[in-house]
């Protein structure tokens, strides 16, 4: 599912227009981007969590000419699943 499937799914099951639902989802996630850039967490219940975590720098291969190189330390996004998304996922 892209963005826009997402968009005309929800439009669908509220009634609202497409239009209203785009500007509601591209609003949400322009929080949650803000609230993670910031270092927050981000926790909907039922759904999961969108955190930030920390890769330490690392040696890696160039694979096109075998030459090590090192890999500079980053931030990461996380999303753990919340326990109702973990069972919906793996009900039979």
């Given at each position: 599912?892209?963005?826009?499937?997402?968009?005309?799914?929800?439009?669908?099951?509220?009634?609202?227009?497409?239009?209203?639902?785009?500007?509601?989802?591209?609003?949400?996630?322009?929080?949650?981007?803000?609230?993670?850039?910031?270092?927050e967490t981000?926790?909907?219940?039922?759904?999961?969590?969108?955190?930030?975590?920390?890769?330490?720098?690392?040696?890696?291969?160039?694979?096109?000419?075998?030459?090590?190189?090192?890999?500079?330390?980053?931030?990461?996004?996380?999303?753990?699943?919340?326990?109702?998304f973990k069972?919906a996922v793996?009900?039979?």
């Open positions: 599912m892209n963005k826009q499937e997402l968009i005309d799914a929800v439009a669908a099951g509220t009634g609202e227009s497409k239009a209203s639902t785009g500007e509601a989802v591209d609003a949400i996630i322009e929080a949650v981007t803000a609230a993670v850039t910031r270092g981000v926790q909907l219940i039922g759904f999961g969590s969108f955190s930030t975590g920390a890769r330490a720098e690392r040696t890696g291969r160039n694979p096109a000419t075998g030459q090590t190189i090192t890999i500079p330390a980053a931030k990461t996004v996380k999303f753990t699943a919340g326990k109702a069972d793996n009900t039979d």
